[in-house]
């Protein structure tokens, strides 16, 4: 039988196991976005902002 407790520690076991694989990604591809030489300046200043 399911029960509400076990689909919220279900939910919290797959967000745990998701979260810090996207916070490394972003980490990974954020620097590349910025250090593209040919990224117009409005791109990098979306960046910057999204980042802060």
Avoid: C, W, Y
């Avoid at 407790?5 to 196991?17: F, K, P």
């Avoid at 590349?32 to 960046?47: C, G, N, T, Y």
């Amino acid at each position: 039988q399911v029960t509400t407790a076990s689909i919220l520690t279900a939910v919290s076991i797959l967000g745990a196991t998701v979260m810090p694989h996207n916070v490394f990604l972003h980490s990974f591809l954020a620097p590349h976005r910025l250090s593209s030489p040919d990224a117009p300046l409005q791109e990098k200043r979306k960046v910057l902002r999204l980042a802060k």
